[in-house]
């Protein structure tokens, strides 16, 4: 089945600019969960949802914010960006929340902030 | 905070020897650990996991250990392929939190031919 898909995969925006990232996950996965990958800083947590409702959210300014669709399809979005928001943006996605088992990640997307 | 660390950035090992990555935690709640592997330009892979009720776990050429007393967790990889040339992260689950997953910051792995 096809995996989890995110778009754009590359993006260049200028300070100041908002940009929204897009996530399909897997289908039948009804949890989706973001993260931000910077060098040296591993994979944050940025927030996760399911069943259209956020479950959980990461030490990130409310200048990030998400949602999901009935369809399971999620959206995040980054207002008045900054020059360290530049970073590799992953999507998961997963049966369950709260369960043990594996995210099932996409292949990203790349935010370059001028 | 970073409640999970991985200290060694990078690592190299010659094919077909051991490869021993460590990955340290801070908080005693965490009860599901996971490891992913990574390669550029594509994301994370799960590779193996543990459960904090057991101390190994073994998956082919992969083991994971768990030293819940030290907060340690290692992934061995024996023998080491040129293909196992990866960013590899560990990831440790609060049960509190659902489905957050809290990850290390990765390390480097190159296994040289």
């Known amino acids: 089945k096809a995996g989890v898909t995110q778009t754009p995969r590359y993006l260049i925006k200028t300070r100041g600019q908002q940009v929204t990232l897009s996530c399909s996950p897997i289908?039948?996965?009804?949890?989706v969960s973001w993260y931000q990958q910077t060098p040296g800083q591993g994979l944050q947590f940025l927030f996760e949802y399911f069943s259209e409702t956020q479950r959980n959210k990461g030490n990130f300014p409310g200048r990030f914010s998400g949602r999901q669709f009935s369809n399971s399809r999620s959206e995040m979005n980054v207002s008045t960006l900054e020059l360290g928001d530049s970073a590799l943006y992953l999507c998961a996605s997963s049966m369950l929340t709260g369960g043990t088992g594996e995210l099932f990640f996409g292949e990203g997307s790349r935010l370059t902030v001028l | 905070d970073q409640q999970v660390k991985q200290n060694s950035p990078s690592l190299s090992v010659q094919e077909g020897r051991i490869s021993i990555l460590n990955c340290d935690y801070t908080?005693?709640?965490?009860?599901?650990f996971l490891w992913y592997k990574k390669y550029p330009a594509e994301g994370p892979t799960f590779l193996i996991s543990?459960?904090?009720?057991?101390d190994k776990n073994e998956d082919g050429r992969f083991t994971v250990f768990l030293n819940k007393s030290a907060k340690h967790l290692s992934l061995h990889i024996v023998p080491s392929q040129p293909g196992d040339s990866a960013v590899y992260f560990c990831a440790a689950r609060n049960p509190n939190t659902g489905n957050q997953f809290y990850f290390g910051t990765g390390t480097s792995l190159t296994v040289i031919p």
């Open positions: 289908s039948g996965h009804r949890s």
């Open positions: 908080n005693s709640m965490f009860d599901y």
């Open positions: 543990i459960s904090s009720i057991k």
